[in-house]
C-alpha cells in the first residue's frame, strides 16, 4: 500500500481506497458529516465483495458526527451479516471521544495504530 497526502479542504472529505493482503483500506481524510458521508457510505457499500475485510485508516479524519456514526454502525451490520468485519484503524483523540461518548468503541474494534489493525 503506498501512502499520500491528502490536501482538503475545510469541510470537505475524500476518501482513498486500496487493498492490502486481501483487506480493503478506505482512508478518509478531512470531515464526516451530512454534508460529506455520502462519499464515505458509497466506497464502503461492499455488497457485492464476499466475507469483505475492511479497515477504514481514521488517521487524517479532522471530524466526524452523528452522520459519520449513523455510516460506521449500518457499514458494520452489513459486512457482519456479510460474513465480513470492519475494523477502525488510529482516530485522532476528538474522533476517538466521539466514538466511544456512543459506545461505537465496544461494537466495532477500534485500534490505536494502523499495523495493529492489520495485525487483529
Do not use: K
Amino acid at each position: 500500500m503506498t501512502g499520500g497526502t491528502h490536501a482538503v479542504q475545510p469541510g470537505q472529505l475524500t476518501v482513498a481506497a486500496t487493498i492490502t493482503g486481501g483487506i480493503h483500506v478506505l482512508t478518509p481524510a478531512g470531515e464526516i458529516d451530512h454534508h460529506t458521508g455520502d462519499s464515505l457510505s458509497q466506497t464502503l457499500d461492499l455488497s457485492s465483495t464476499p466475507r469483505p475485510r475492511v479497515v477504514v485508516d481514521m488517521r487524517q479524519v479532522t471530524f466526524m458526527d452523528s452522520s459519520g456514526i449513523n455510516i460506521l454502525i449500518a457499514v458494520h451490520r452489513a459486512l457482519t451479516g456479510a460474513g465480513g468485519r470492519l475494523r477502525l484503524a488510529a482516530p485522532r483523540t476528538a474522533v476517538m471521544r466521539t466514538l466511544a461518548l456512543v459506545g461505537i468503541d465496544t461494537v466495532i474494534d477500534c485500534h490505536e495504530t494502523f499495523d495493529q489493525v492489520l495485525n487483529d
